[in-house]
């Protein structure tokens, strides 16, 4: 059985290395299209019979290219599909024949191993930590005698921090774009402004120094926070069940608070979001000299395109994206909205292009221009905030602290918790975002944050 699961699994890496291949020519037929798409517009009244048959003749045989590759595509999605079926299948059969108390450590091994990934190993030496172990005796002992954690709180120990914050960039949907360093105490980051041009000489003439423009840009530690109740017999469980439930509440809370902060975060004990700083004439107070020049972007970066529809209204947004071209870091193009401007924006690309639609909304990606679409639904209707995400700068604090509350929900069998981080953020290179408004100029205004009337 060993065999046959190590020539399913040969099979398995094939299948999967021919559609990774495939994939990488969606770029390709999403070329092919924009330009199809282009010359298709470009066509009058005026035009001759000959070039609208050659723009259809390639409209054609774009349309049976385009089947083939993605039939091909989705034969090999349904092979990899039943290739993994029956390795699982195989794998089931394989446990099954072992002996019955092999069968029970292999499930007690099964359930270790979803704490977080983890494997055995690597399970027991996280719960054999000193600082896990007191932290689950005093969570468990502050259960039992419902009083407080001793002290301020109990330090979440750093074996345990790694998880934390793989929960909240699991939760976060603007962590993995952003640039994130951890940091002690207040600190100023250094950060690289344009990349200069390098310089073009004689093969041994020497090399000349490019000045490339580094700025710096001081960042504090402002605390997120937030509460949990978790039910008591959680608490009450095994060791694994409760440290999940911990870890998961605080990573969650932290990760949802970070994308507001870093989309609309007042930069007073909280970081500065991209729009406050857009939106912002001046420099805010305490801003260094050493800090970038600040530019007033609360008039070329704010934009509103008319309610066009269709193909004209991408042609807008097209225009539009072009004010953050720039020679920073521009790893990834973002663009954050609520679910009903996206829904529309598909329906529209609809009219525009079906075919380019559909690619789009199976990606999730903005249509025709390309980029991530991020949804939040405290962003305004009709408004996007756009730009190169690794322009921004997320500082994270060492240290997480998890208290408990002096209020026990006894009517409800749960003990709340409150979970605490430290983090700072700015953009750091302002240009390389934009606020767009479509219909009307864009609503600015940053929504309520947690506490706040």
């Known amino acids: 059985m060993a065999l046959k699961s190590l020539l399913l ?40 019979d000959e070039d609208r048959e050659a723009v259809e003749k390639k409209a054609e045989e774009f349309d049976e290219d385009k089947k083939g590759h993605e039939k091909e595509k989705a ?4 092979d990899i599909a039943e290739i993994e079926g029956e390795l699982l299948e195989e794998e089931k059969r394989s446990r099954a024949v072992a002996k019955k108390g092999e069968r029970k450590e292999e499930k007690m091994s099964e359930n270790r191993s979803k704490f977080f990934g983890m494997t055995m190993q690597e399970r027991d030496v996280f719960f054999a930590d000193e600082g896990v172990k007191r932290l689950i005796e005093e ?11 001793t002290n301020a709180g109990l330090v979440i120990p750093d074996i345990a921090l790694p998880l934390i914050k793989q929960i909240a960039g699991e939760h976060s949907k603007l962590m993995k774009y952003v640039t994130v360093r951890p940091v002690s105490g207040t600190t100023r980051q250094n950060i690289m402004g344009e990349i200069p041009e390098a310089y073009w000489d004689e093969m041994c003439a020497a090399i000349k120094e490019m000045d490339l423009g580094f700025y710096n840009m001081e960042m504090d530690g402002y605390k997120v926070s937030g509460f949990f109740a978790v039910c008591n017999s959680i608490m009450e469980d095994n060791d694994v069940n409760l440290a999940t439930e911990l870890i998961t509440a605080i990573g969650k809370a932290i990760g949802k608070a970070l994308d507001k ?50 193909i004209a209204l991408f042609k807008e947004i097209v225009k539009a994206s072009g004010i953050v071209d720039n020679d920073y870091n521009t790893d990834v193009l973002v663009w954050c909205m ?20 559909i690619v789009a909304g199976m990606g999730n990606t903005m249509p025709v221009i390309g980029g991530n679409i991020e949804e939040f639904k405290y962003i305004p209707d009709n408004v996007i905030i756009f730009g190169y995400g690794k322009n921004y700068t997320l500082v994270e604090r060492a240290k997480t602290v998890l208290s408990q509350s002096d209020q026990v929900r006894f009517i409800e069998d749960q003990t709340v918790f409150k979970g605490t981080a430290r983090y700072d953020g700015k953009p750091a290179i302002r240009e390389a975002f934009g606020i767009l ?17």
């Open 139 to 149: 969570v468990r002992t502050c259960i039992k005698e419902k009083r407080a954690l």
């Open 437 to 453: 408004g479509i219909g009307s100029a864009p609503n600015t205004a940053a929504p309520k944050f947690a506490g706040e009337r």
């Open 9 to 48: 699994r040969s099979r398995l890496d094939a299948k999967k290395k021919s559609l990774e291949e495939l994939r990488g020519k969606d770029e390709e037929f999403q070329q092919r299209e924009e330009e199809i798409a282009a010359a298709i517009s470009e066509m009058t009244e005026e035009t001759s």
């Open 75 to 78: 034969d090999l999605e349904k």
């Open 338 to 357: 609520n679910k009903k401007t996206h829904t529309e924006i598909m329906a529209e690309s609809m009219d525009a292009n079906q075919a380019a639609a």
């Open 261 to 310: 902060a870093v989309l609309y975060g007042k930069g007073v004990k909280m970081p500065m979001g991209i729009v406050t700083s857009i939106t912002m004439p001046e420099a805010p107070s305490g801003y260094l000299d050493t800090e970038r020049e600040w530019e007033d972007l609360s008039n070329s970066h704010v934009i509103t395109i008319g309610d066009t529809k269709g």
